[in-house]
Protein backbone atom coordinates (compact mmCIF):
# COMPACT_ATOMS: atom_id res chain seq x y z
CA UNK A 1 0.00 0.00 0.00
CA UNK A 2 1.30 3.29 -0.80
CA UNK A 3 1.93 5.16 2.92
CA UNK A 4 1.48 8.51 0.89
CA UNK A 5 -2.20 7.86 -0.58
CA UNK A 6 -5.00 10.13 0.99
CA UNK A 7 -7.63 8.26 2.98
CA UNK A 8 -10.67 9.35 2.61
CA UNK A 9 -12.31 10.75 5.84
CA UNK A 10 -14.95 8.62 7.54
CA UNK A 11 -17.94 10.62 8.05
CA UNK A 12 -21.44 9.20 8.64
CA UNK A 13 -24.93 11.40 9.19
CA UNK A 14 -28.01 9.66 11.04
CA UNK A 15 -31.35 10.80 11.24
CA UNK A 16 -33.59 9.02 13.63
CA UNK A 17 -36.93 9.89 13.89
CA UNK A 18 -40.06 7.93 16.30
CA UNK A 19 -42.82 9.37 17.99
CA UNK A 20 -40.55 9.26 21.63
CA UNK A 21 -37.18 10.98 20.05
CA UNK A 22 -35.87 13.05 17.05
CA UNK A 23 -32.12 13.00 16.86
CA UNK A 24 -29.50 13.76 14.46
CA UNK A 25 -25.85 12.51 14.61
CA UNK A 26 -23.00 14.06 12.41
CA UNK A 27 -19.90 12.47 13.00
CA UNK A 28 -16.04 12.32 11.75
CA UNK A 29 -13.67 9.13 12.89
CA UNK A 30 -10.88 11.06 11.62
CA UNK A 31 -11.42 14.30 13.29
CA UNK A 32 -10.06 16.21 16.33
CA UNK A 33 -12.17 16.12 19.54
CA UNK A 34 -14.41 19.03 18.09
CA UNK A 35 -18.26 18.72 19.48
CA UNK A 36 -21.73 20.36 19.48
CA UNK A 37 -23.41 18.42 21.65
CA UNK A 38 -27.44 19.19 22.93
CA UNK A 39 -29.87 16.57 23.86
CA UNK A 40 -31.65 18.33 26.74
CA UNK A 41 -29.84 16.26 29.29
CA UNK A 42 -26.45 18.07 31.21
CA UNK A 43 -24.99 15.35 32.22
CA UNK A 44 -25.65 12.97 29.17
CA UNK A 45 -23.88 15.75 26.98
CA UNK A 46 -20.75 16.00 29.24
CA UNK A 47 -20.60 12.41 28.54
CA UNK A 48 -21.03 12.79 24.89
CA UNK A 49 -18.34 15.72 24.67
CA UNK A 50 -15.74 13.59 26.90
CA UNK A 51 -16.04 10.71 24.20
CA UNK A 52 -15.88 13.13 21.72
CA UNK A 53 -12.45 15.03 22.55
CA UNK A 54 -10.78 12.16 23.91
CA UNK A 55 -11.70 9.80 20.94
CA UNK A 56 -10.47 12.62 18.75
CA UNK A 57 -14.24 12.42 16.93
CA UNK A 58 -16.31 15.39 15.51
CA UNK A 59 -19.33 15.05 16.95
CA UNK A 60 -22.64 16.55 16.16
CA UNK A 61 -25.39 15.85 18.05
CA UNK A 62 -29.28 16.96 18.42
CA UNK A 63 -32.00 15.35 20.44
CA UNK A 64 -35.30 16.18 21.22
CA UNK A 65 -36.83 13.31 23.54
CA UNK A 66 -39.93 12.98 25.39
CA UNK A 67 -37.95 14.23 29.03
CA UNK A 68 -41.53 15.33 30.69
CA UNK A 69 -41.48 11.20 30.55
CA UNK A 70 -37.75 10.88 31.55
CA UNK A 71 -34.54 10.47 30.20
CA UNK A 72 -34.82 6.84 29.30
CA UNK A 73 -35.90 7.09 25.99
CA UNK A 74 -33.35 10.07 24.88
CA UNK A 75 -30.18 8.27 26.25
CA UNK A 76 -31.17 5.01 25.16
CA UNK A 77 -31.57 6.51 21.35
CA UNK A 78 -28.90 8.87 21.73
CA UNK A 79 -26.88 5.45 22.12
CA UNK A 80 -28.26 3.71 19.41
CA UNK A 81 -27.85 6.64 16.75
CA UNK A 82 -24.21 7.41 17.54
CA UNK A 83 -23.49 4.08 17.05
CA UNK A 84 -25.23 3.88 13.81
CA UNK A 85 -23.08 6.41 12.82
CA UNK A 86 -19.62 4.84 13.96
CA UNK A 87 -21.20 1.54 12.05
CA UNK A 88 -22.05 3.36 9.07
CA UNK A 89 -18.48 5.65 9.03
CA UNK A 90 -16.46 2.17 8.82
CA UNK A 91 -18.00 1.02 6.33
CA UNK A 92 -16.48 -2.61 5.95
CA UNK A 93 -14.10 -2.45 8.62
CA UNK A 94 -11.31 -2.81 5.92
CA UNK A 95 -7.81 -1.48 7.36
CA UNK A 96 -8.71 -1.11 10.85
CA UNK A 97 -6.90 -2.13 14.03
CA UNK A 98 -10.48 -3.70 15.23
CA UNK A 99 -9.41 -3.95 18.62
CA UNK A 100 -8.99 -1.36 21.79
CA UNK A 101 -9.07 -1.04 25.09
CA UNK A 102 -7.83 2.00 27.91
CA UNK A 103 -7.50 1.90 31.40
CA UNK A 104 -8.78 5.04 32.82
CA UNK A 105 -7.76 6.44 36.22
CA UNK A 106 -10.18 9.66 37.13
CA UNK A 107 -8.35 10.81 41.33
CA UNK A 108 -9.81 7.33 43.34
CA UNK A 109 -11.75 5.80 40.59
CA UNK A 110 -10.02 3.39 37.83
CA UNK A 111 -12.33 2.19 34.46
CA UNK A 112 -11.48 -0.40 31.79
CA UNK A 113 -13.16 -0.42 28.51
CA UNK A 114 -11.92 -3.64 25.98
CA UNK A 115 -13.76 -3.70 22.48
CA UNK A 116 -13.70 -5.18 19.31
CA UNK A 117 -15.15 -4.18 16.04
CA UNK A 118 -15.97 -7.72 15.33
CA UNK A 119 -19.86 -7.25 14.15
CA UNK A 120 -21.12 -8.99 16.78
CA UNK A 121 -22.61 -6.98 19.01
CA UNK A 122 -22.59 -7.61 22.71
CA UNK A 123 -21.99 -5.83 26.24
CA UNK A 124 -20.33 -6.85 29.49
CA UNK A 125 -21.17 -4.64 32.12
CA UNK A 126 -19.84 -4.62 35.78
CA UNK A 127 -20.74 -0.88 36.60
CA UNK A 128 -21.86 -0.21 40.28
CA UNK A 129 -23.18 2.88 41.55
CA UNK A 130 -24.29 4.43 45.25
CA UNK A 131 -26.82 7.07 43.86
CA UNK A 132 -29.80 6.80 42.20
CA UNK A 133 -29.33 9.88 40.05
CA UNK A 134 -26.25 11.83 38.77
CA UNK A 135 -27.43 15.53 37.62
CA UNK A 136 -30.83 15.24 35.84
CA UNK A 137 -30.14 11.40 34.67
CA UNK A 138 -30.88 8.24 36.44
CA UNK A 139 -27.86 6.24 36.80
CA UNK A 140 -29.16 3.28 35.70
CA UNK A 141 -29.03 4.32 31.99
CA UNK A 142 -25.52 4.26 31.67
CA UNK A 143 -25.95 0.94 31.54
CA UNK A 144 -28.77 1.25 28.22
CA UNK A 145 -26.44 3.43 26.07
CA UNK A 146 -23.47 1.55 25.98
CA UNK A 147 -25.65 -1.38 25.50
CA UNK A 148 -27.38 0.84 22.42
CA UNK A 149 -24.26 1.85 21.40
CA UNK A 150 -22.78 -1.89 21.46
CA UNK A 151 -25.56 -3.07 20.08
CA UNK A 152 -25.92 -0.63 16.74
CA UNK A 153 -22.20 -0.40 16.38
CA UNK A 154 -21.33 -4.10 15.72
CA UNK A 155 -19.19 -4.27 19.08
CA UNK A 156 -18.27 -6.57 21.00
CA UNK A 157 -18.09 -3.80 24.62
CA UNK A 158 -16.74 -4.92 27.85
CA UNK A 159 -16.48 -2.04 30.48
CA UNK A 160 -15.81 -2.43 33.92
CA UNK A 161 -14.94 -0.04 36.85
CA UNK A 162 -12.21 -1.92 39.22
CA UNK A 163 -12.66 0.70 41.97
CA UNK A 164 -14.35 4.01 42.55
CA UNK A 165 -16.02 5.75 45.10
CA UNK A 166 -17.38 8.99 43.27
CA UNK A 167 -20.36 8.06 40.90
CA UNK A 168 -19.09 11.06 38.68
CA UNK A 169 -16.32 9.80 38.29
CA UNK A 170 -17.23 6.13 37.95
CA UNK A 171 -18.79 7.62 34.49
CA UNK A 172 -16.78 10.15 33.64
CA UNK A 173 -13.85 7.09 33.47
CA UNK A 174 -16.24 4.73 31.67
CA UNK A 175 -16.66 7.29 28.48
CA UNK A 176 -13.21 8.97 28.71
CA UNK A 177 -11.97 4.59 28.30
CA UNK A 178 -14.02 4.10 25.53
CA UNK A 179 -12.81 7.12 23.66
CA UNK A 180 -9.48 5.68 24.22
CA UNK A 181 -10.56 2.28 23.13
CA UNK A 182 -12.50 3.36 20.31
CA UNK A 183 -9.82 5.67 19.11
CA UNK A 184 -7.16 2.61 19.24
CA UNK A 185 -9.77 0.28 17.57
CA UNK A 186 -11.06 2.67 14.52
CA UNK A 187 -7.36 3.96 13.89
CA UNK A 188 -5.61 2.77 10.42
CA UNK A 189 -3.17 0.00 10.43
CA UNK A 190 -0.53 0.61 7.53
CA UNK A 191 0.43 -2.82 8.13
CA UNK A 192 -2.64 -4.26 6.86
CA UNK A 193 -2.53 -2.89 2.97
CA UNK A 194 -6.12 -1.80 3.57
CA UNK A 195 -7.37 -5.51 4.13
CA UNK A 196 -10.03 -7.12 6.56
CA UNK A 197 -8.65 -7.65 10.22
CA UNK A 198 -10.16 -11.71 10.25
CA UNK A 199 -9.13 -14.58 9.05
CA UNK A 200 -13.21 -15.29 7.45
CA UNK A 201 -12.96 -12.22 5.10
CA UNK A 202 -15.29 -9.77 6.66
CA UNK A 203 -16.46 -8.24 10.09
CA UNK A 204 -20.05 -9.37 10.62
CA UNK A 205 -22.81 -11.65 11.52
CA UNK A 206 -21.98 -14.99 13.59
CA UNK A 207 -19.57 -16.50 11.07
Same mark, same amino acid.
Given at each position: ???? /????? #?????????? *? +??? !?? &? $? @????????????????????????????????????????????????????????????????? /????? #?????????? *? +??? !?? &? $? @??????????????????????????????????????????????????????????????????????????????????????? $?????
Amino acid at each position: MDEN /RIMPR #RRAEIERATK *E +TRI !RI &A $L @DLDGTGVYDVKTGIGFLDHMLEQLARHGLIDLTVRAEGDLHIDGHHTTEDTGIAIGQAVALALGD /RRGIV #RYGHAYVPMD *E +TLS !RV &A $L @DFSGRPYLIWKVEFTRDRLGDLDTELFREWFQAFAQAGGLTLHVETLYGLNNHHIVESCFKALARALRTAVAIDPRTAGSIPSTKGT $LGGSL
